[in-house]
């Protein structure tokens, strides 16, 4: 069955330096969603493609954070510079098509550790 | 905020028994889903349930909706420690806007 990639699974980072993150979303997916979660709580969007278009990055905090799909295939999430408030889970997630009808389908995640 | 919010926080039972999470949100929707996530790893989608439906069955899972509380429940009958995990209601809104509720910790003792 195929599932969405991420990489690192694990990063720990001190504060101001750059981190970055991969995933690969299931092939054929035009939909790729950027998620945070912090310990305790649900997942909240950072940032939402559509093939290499950002559809919705409102929640993104742009002073440190940046996303990109080049070829409308698999996303970077950078961050730079990591603050301690930033340590969470990180968790791509795609879906076939933007119709607020579909499920997601979610990557294992990446655990960022800032200290 | 609009995300769904889901009552109990945390909930523990024994294997066998029956389990019911209940997501309460503020504003029309298209549809809810529910979703499970094990502990740190991603989250499984479990159920859709579009605004004009009322309830649906995927095996031991029952998800009902009432669009007049705009309310959701999420029954797990005979539950088993695999049922282990925290589950969360998503809505989504009529902009295609899905919001993820804070979740509810479902512990179930052998």
């Known amino acids: 069955e195929a599932e969405v990639a991420q990489s690192p699974r694990y990063k720990i980072t001190e504060k101001s330096q750059a981190v970055a993150f991969w995933c690969d979303p299931i092939s054929g997916h035009a939909t790729l969603y950027w998620y945070r979660q912090i310990l305790g709580q649900g997942p909240e969007l950072l940032v939402q493609f559509q093939d290499e278009s950002v559809v919705d990055d409102s929640q993104l905090p742009k002073d440190r954070f940046s996303a990109e799909r080049l070829k409308g295939v698999d996303s970077t999430l950078k961050i730079q510079p990591a603050e301690l408030g930033d340590s969470a889970m990180y968790l791509c997630?795609?879906?076939?098509?933007?119709?607020?009808?579909?499920?997601?389908?979610f990557g294992p995640g990446t655990r960022l550790l800032v200290l | 905020s609009q995300q769904g919010e889901e009552d109990p926080q945390a909930l523990s039972i024994q294997e066998g028994e029956n389990a019911t999470m209940n997501c309460s949100y503020k504003?029309?929707?298209?549809?809810l889903q529910w979703y499970r996530q094990n502990s740190g790893r991603g989250l499984v989608h479990l159920i859709l349930i579009r605004s004009n439906e009322r309830e649906k069955h995927s095996g031991r899972l029952r998800v009902t909706l009432d669009t007049s509380k705009k309310s959701s429940s999420l029954l797990i009958t005979a539950s088993r420690a695999a049922d282990t995990a925290s589950y969360f209601c998503?809505?989504?809104?009529?902009?295609?806007?899905?919001?993820f509720g804070a979740g509810t910790r479902l512990t179930v003792k052998p």
């Open positions: 997630a795609s879906s076939l098509t933007f119709t607020g009808q579909e499920t997601q389908y």
């Open positions: 504003t029309s929707i298209n549809n």
């Open positions: 998503a809505t989504v809104y009529n902009n295609n806007d899905m919001r």
